[in-house]
């Protein structure tokens, strides 16, 4: 399978600040890559799908001026959170769409985010 | 809206035990539904996916089986070991290739 990898795995930041989670496709070119969010002993929620090339495609509820997306090459999309705040503390989670395959989705390690 | 649901929420057993997970979803009108496997602040690892024509798939000591009608599916596990011990993950997703819609997974603790 793909291997997706994401930085920082952990990150800590004081309230107001703005963060940057990257999200790579190691071995193939994802033309779609997905941000998900996941809140203690809670499910997956998809917050966007981001398309290489053009603008990502928001979940209904997920700001799209507080949540960042950047897929500007077939192996890198970010995530950046502006201006974060507690309530954005959780387990951010990227994973991309395979090429040759339509059915899998393969996931990075995630990355926890805590705002103090 | 598919809402998908997955009981117990946490389950521990003594090694050596045969388990089921199960996962329950509100439109049976599914495209495939997929088995993931998350160890404590770790990414998601795909276990099995079965296509919406497929009944089960195998892979080891995992079978799942999927009754799209009922609009169920189970996670079998056979001889549970203290490496089995993640949380297991129920995702159906509705086409092609839309999105994936979790449950809140099912916390199993194997003992040795």
């Known amino acids: 399978g793909a291997v997706v990898s994401q930085h920082p795995s952990w990150v800590i930041c004081k309230s107001g600040t703005s963060v940057k989670i990257e999200c790579r496709s190691l071995?193939?070119?994802?033309?779609?890559m997905f941000w998900y969010r996941q809140f203690p002993k809670q499910s997956l929620m998809l917050m966007a799908t981001?398309?290489?090339?053009?603008?990502?495609?928001?979940e209904q509820g997920v700001e799209k001026d507080k949540f960042l997306i950047n897929h500007a090459s077939l192996t890198l999309s970010t995530l950046t959170v502006t201006s974060a705040h507690p309530e954005d503390s959780s387990f951010y989670i990227c994973?991309?769409?395979?090429?040759?395959?339509?059915?899998?989705?393969?996931f990075g390690p995630g990355t926890r985010l805590t705002v103090l | 809206k598919q809402e998908v649901t997955q009981i117990p929420a946490a389950l521990s057993v003594p090694e050596g035990e045969n388990l089921v997970l199960n996962c329950s979803f509100t439109?049976?009108?599914?495209?495939?539904l997929q088995w993931f496997r998350q160890d404590p602040g770790k990414g998601l690892t795909s276990l099995l996916l079965?296509?919406?024509?497929?009944r089960e798939q195998t892979s080891g000591r995992l079978n799942a089986s999927l009754d799209k009608s009922s609009g169920r599916s189970t996670l079998y596990i056979a001889a549970s070991q203290p490496g089995d011990s993640a949380t297991y993950l129920c995702?159906?997703?509705?086409?092609?290739?839309?999105?994936?819609?979790f449950g809140k997974g099912t916390m199993l603790l194997v003992s040795p």
């Open positions: 994973s991309v769409g395979a090429e040759f395959s339509t059915d899998t989705q393969y």
């Open positions: 071995d193939f070119q994802a033309t779609t």
């Open positions: 981001s398309n290489e090339g053009s603008k990502a495609t928001y």
């Open positions: 439109d049976s009108a599914i495209y495939n």
């Open positions: 079965i296509q919406s024509s497929q």
């Open positions: 995702a159906v997703r509705l086409s092609g290739y839309s999105t994936l819609t």
